[in-house]
């Protein structure tokens, strides 16, 4: 919980010292095997390296963040408000780390060398956009501990617990299903023979079945996870819906920053120039994360006056809005 101040509570500042600490030590050791696979390993790097970036991220980023930001806070030192610079800045940035990193993989200029930090940075810019804007039309609602301690908890506990229920939402699904004879039934129809697969599958009750699933696979344990970290803040500690916003938009914008460097990551390996395209489309994209999350706070602080029922509505706007993305 925060206190009036915006203070964490002892036991969260604890935590944040100890799960940074944790997370420091651990990009350390990753920036030093990242530093040595240009010299100790020979042909294609660029894989294992973009692994490693992530690592490095968590740990050197998000780690210290939450060492800096949890002793601050056991010392009693106060936080500043938390201010961006204009959107410009990210914008114009973006448009010259897509330039610049098209240049490096595609023509192969130093690439174990040059294209790692332009890849984070096109990972992370477009969320700083969202929070610039959103943070200035708000008034700065926000300190540097409360926004860094929620971007932490989006890119750590959030990540964590998704690919959790992401692993165990499609035999949840399948286990509820099976009393349903009827699908069973067509299952086995298509099972049977190969000839007119895909025609038999197109006609078939189970292509509803499979569409709903595949839309909701990834919305509904994500947006329960990105919310989590929101929690530790104390409904009763958040100021106002300003701050319950922006709250959330620093928790979306840490989720979205690693999953963006999952899908632009594969993308990087498998093609150069397709790189460029998939990290525009997911800059364009990365509002989506943030606000989703946002929304969610917002529910859960309106629910204090106006009931569950408002985070419920809340929760299922975002995952509604999430699927809508996917599925463009």
């Not at 060398?113 to 200035?136: D, E, I, K, M, Q």
């Amino acid at each position: 919980m925060m206190n009036e101040d915006g203070q964490p509570s002892k036991f969260w500042a604890y935590v944040a010292v100890l799960v940074g600490g944790v997370l420091l030590l651990a990009g350390v050791a990753t920036t030093v095997s990242f530093l040595g696979l240009p010299l100790f390993l020979g042909g294609d790097i660029l894989g294992p390296q973009l692994g490693q970036i992530a690592g490095m991220f968590l740990g050197l980023v998000c780690g210290s963040l939450a060492l800096f930001h949890g002793l601050g806070s056991i010392l009693k030192r106060r936080s500043s408000s938390l201010r961006l610079p204009p959107i410009i800045t990210f914008l114009l940035i973006f448009a010259l780390v897509l330039g610049l990193g098209n240049l490096v993989i595609n023509y192969e200029i130093a690439t174990e060398f040059l294209f790692p930090p332009l890849f984070v940075l096109g990972a992370a810019l477009p969320t700083f956009v969202v929070l610039a804007w959103a943070g200035r039309k708000l008034g700065w609602p926000l300190t540097w501990r409360q926004g860094a301690l929620a971007f932490v908890a989006g890119s750590t506990l959030s990540i964590i617990v998704a690919i959790l229920l992401q692993t165990i939402f499609p035999y949840v699904i399948y286990n509820l299903l099976m009393p349903f004879e009827y699908f069973a039934y067509s299952f086995s129809e298509l099972a049977t023979g190969t000839s007119g697969f895909l025609d038999k599958f197109f006609s078939s009750p189970l292509i509803i079945i499979f569409f709903i699933i595949t839309a909701l696979q990834a919305p509904i344990p994500e947006e329960f996870a990105k919310a989590l970290g929101i929690t530790m803040f104390g409904r009763k500690r958040v100021l106002d819906e300003r701050q319950a916003f922006m709250i959330g938009l620093a928790s979306g914008a840490g989720f979205a920053i690693l999953e963006n460097m999952l899908y632009e990551g594969v993308y990087a390996q498998w093609s150069g120039w397709t790189w460029g395209g998939v990290t525009l489309i997911r800059g364009i994209g990365s509002v989506m994360h943030p606000l989703c999350t946002a929304i969610v706070a917002l529910g859960w602080f309106r629910a204090r006056k106006m009931g569950w029922g408002t985070l419920l509505k809340a929760y299922f706007l975002a995952i509604g809005l999430h699927t809508l993305w996917n599925g463009g």
